[in-house]
T-cell receptor
Framework: NAGVTQTPKFQVLKTGQSMTLQCAQD?????MSWYRQDPGMGLRLIHY???????DQGEVPNGYNVSRSTTEDFPLRLLSAAPSQTSVYFC?????????????FGNGTRLTVT | AQSVTQLGSHVSVSEGALVLLRCNYS??????LFWYVQYPNQGLQLLLK??????LVKGINGFEAEFKKSETSFHLTKPSAHMSDAAEYFC?????????????FGGGTRVLVKP
């Protein structure tokens, strides 16, 4: 098992550009989520999905879109990047919404918006 | 809404000394509590979790944490620090009974181990 795979590892964008952060998991997990990590603020939930075709907003959803067309993939889209979106982004998954199993994290994407 | 407070963004300990990382939470229902560790340039990995049952929870790498409901705390300890314990540690709370079962993280505590 590869676990949770995120691409790219690093990305630099100019303000206003768009891009998609990719996330894939091979554990047949129903639940997938995106977090951003900023110094001193821990991880904050952006969007999550409890299964294919179902997504919902987290704590900081503005400026980000998601979709879940398959169980395996959960891409995060920035439509018009802003400097405030400079952060490290983590994708994480767990078996299902209702269990207490831990989240499995990818290794992150470090995004800089200039 | 649930929240997590970690006291101290940075902790410095000597090798062999006690590691104590403090975590307090707020939750309207009995929580599920987690400690995660993050090594440089990596994602988070689970150290230990409390769901129900015994309030003293043992995790990997010699860490343990005690759930104290009366104090709404879940402090993480390790009797003797090792150089490999240098990392950032995150406390998190979730409620599996809530829609989305969202995990809320504290701000993190970075541990420095001095030789």
């Amino acid at each position: 098992n590869a676990g949770v795979t995120q691409t790219p590892k690093f990305q630099v964008l100019k303000t206003g550009q768009s891009m998609t952060l990719q996330c894939a998991q091979d554990m047949n997990h129903e639940y997938m989520s995106w977090y951003r990590q900023d110094p001193g603020m821990g991880l904050r939930l952006i969007h999550y999905s409890v299964g294919a075709g179902i997504t919902d907003q987290g704590e900081v959803p503005n400026g980000y879109n998601v979709s879940r067309s398959t169980t395996e993939d959960f891409p995060l889209r920035l439509l018009s990047a802003a400097p405030s979106q400079t952060s490290v982004y983590f994708c994480a998954s767990r078996l299902s919404q209702g269990d207490n199993s831990p989240l499995h994290f990818g290794n992150g994407t470090r995004l800089t918006v200039t | 809404a649930q929240s997590v407070t970690q006291l101290g963004s940075h902790v410095s300990v000597s090798e062999g000394a006690l590691v104590l990382l403090r975590c307090n939470y707020s939750s309207s229902v009995p929580p599920y509590l987690f400690w995660y560790v993050q090594y440089p340039n990596q994602g988070l990995q689970l150290l230990l979790k409390y769901t129900t049952g015994a309030t003293l929870v043992k995790g990997i790498n010699g860490f343990e944490a005690e759930f104290k409901k009366s104090e709404t705390s879940f402090h993480l300890t390790k009797p003797s620090a090792h150089m490999s314990d240098a990392a950032e540690y995150f406390c998190a709370v979730s409620d599996a009974r809530a829609a989305g079962n969202k995990l809320t993280f504290g701000g993190g505590t970075r541990v420095l181990v001095k030789p």
